[in-house]
C-alpha cells in the first residue's frame, strides 16, 4: 500500500494520455479509447527499481436523455512491469488484468466553444481488480469542428491482490488530452 507521503515505486520517469472519443453524428451512441503509460524509477544505492504501468480501456457511451450526459461502460487493460536490482542482482515480474467498468460523463458548456468535463467510473468487481474507480474533471476547448483539447485534473485507484501481489494504488495527476469527433 503507498500511503500519502510514501512512494514504494520512485519518481515519474516519464508518461503519456491520450484520450480518442468517435461519436455517431446523430448523437445516438459514442465510442471511446484511452491509453496511459507511467514510468518510475528509483535508486536506493545498492537497490534500483524501475515500474512500467500500461491502461488501454475500450469503452461506449448511451446518452441519457441530454446528449450532453452519457451512460458509459467498458473494459480497461492494466498491465505492471516491475525491474528491481539488488547488489548487482536482478528480478522482474509482470502482472496483467481487465477490469469491467460502468459510469457516467458530462458535459456543462460554459461559453462557446468552451465547456467543463466531468466523468466518474466504478469497476473491477472481482473479476481483475477488488475495486477500482476513476474521476476526472477539465475544462476543454473546441479546437475546430472535429478537434476538441481538454485539460483537467485524472485519478484512477486500483486495488488488486491475486495472492502473488498485491497492488493497491492512487494514481493521479493533472492531464492533457484530444478528442476527435467524426
Known amino acids: 500500500d503507498i500511503g500519502e507521503n510514501q512512494s514504494l515505486f520512485g519518481e515519474i520517469d516519464g508518461g503519456f494520455l491520450l484520450a480518442l472519443e468517435a461519436r455517431a453524428p446523430d448523437g445516438r451512441f459514442s465510442l471511446l479509447a484511452d491509453g496511459l503509460y507511467l ?5 536506493e544505492g545498492s537497490v534500483q527499481t524501475d515500474t512500467d504501468v500500461w491502461m488501454v480501456e475500450l469503452g461506449a457511451g448511451l446518452p441519457l ?19 528491481t ?12 488484468w481487465i477490469d469491467p467498468w460502468v459510469g457516467a460523463r458530462g458535459t456543462i ?3 462557446e466553444g ?8 466504478v469497476g473491477g468487481f472481482g473479476v481483475g481488480t477488488q475495486f477500482t474507480w476513476q474521476a476526472l474533471a477539465g475544462l476543454a476547448v473546441d479546437l475546430g469542428k472535429s478537434v476538441r483539447l481538454d485539460v483537467g485534473y485524472r485519478a484512477i ?14 494514481i ?3 492531464l492533457i488530452a484530444f478528442a476527435f469527433r467524426l
Open 157 to 170: 485507484s486500483l486495488d488488486f491482490d491475486d495472492g502473488d501481489l498485491e497492488y493497491d494504488a492512487l
Open 172 to 174: 493521479r495527476g493533472p
Open 65 to 83: 436523455g441530454h446528449p450532453a450526459w452519457e451512460a458509459i461502460a467498458g473494459l480497461r487493460n492494466v498491465d505492471l512491469e516491475f525491474d
Open 39 to 43: 514510468s518510475l524509477a528509483d535508486d
Open 85 to 96: 536490482e539488488i547488489a548487482g542482482l536482478g528480478t522482474d515480474s509482470r502482472e496483467d
Open 114 to 121: 468552451w465547456a467543463i468535463t466531468c466523468r466518474a467510473d
Open 109 to 111: 458548456p460554459v461559453a
